[in-house]
Nanobody, 122 residues
Framework: VQLQASGGGLVQAGGSLRLSCKVS????????VAWFRQAPGKELEFLTT????????EYADSVKGRFTVSRDSARNSVHLQMNSLKPEDTALYSC????????????????WGQGTQVTVSS
């Protein structure tokens, strides 16, 4: 299983970005996918996860109401729509996958993408 994140960039505070995570391999239909981020000097932070069916989602309190995760089975992709961005959202955003159930625990994800940088200016 390989993952590739894209869509990062520079945006002003209050703006929006849409990240995508392309998942290769036949396991996509059985994989829960999550987004994490890491800012310089800080630990890896869980943001959101979506189940293999798309029926279940969970969000960190820091992004609830601003970020929305979705999956496109036809394109083996998971998207992260980020609205009302703040300077504190600046970080390297990575997607990760694990078979079957969703989890907030970074250690339970076996497959990782390379990350995409998001920078929010004030």
């Amino acid at each position: 299983v390989q993952l590739q994140a894209s869509g990062g960039g520079l945006v002003q505070a209050g703006g929006s970005l849409r990240l995508s995570c392309k998942v290769s391999g036949r396991t996509f239909s059985r994989a829960a996918v999550a987004w994490f981020r890491q800012a310089p000097g800080k630990e890896l932070e869980f943001l959101t996860t979506i189940s293999y069916s798309g029926a279940l989602t969970e969000y960190a309190d820091s992004v609830k109401g601003r970020f929305t995760v979705s999956r496109d089975s036809a394109r083996n992709s998971v998207h992260l729509q980020m609205n009302s961005l703040k300077p504190e959202d600046t970080a390297l955003y990575s997607c990760a996958a694990r078979l079957y159930g969703i989890s907030r625990n970074v250690n339970e994800y076996q497959y990782w993408g390379q990350g995409t940088q998001v920078t929010v200016s004030s």
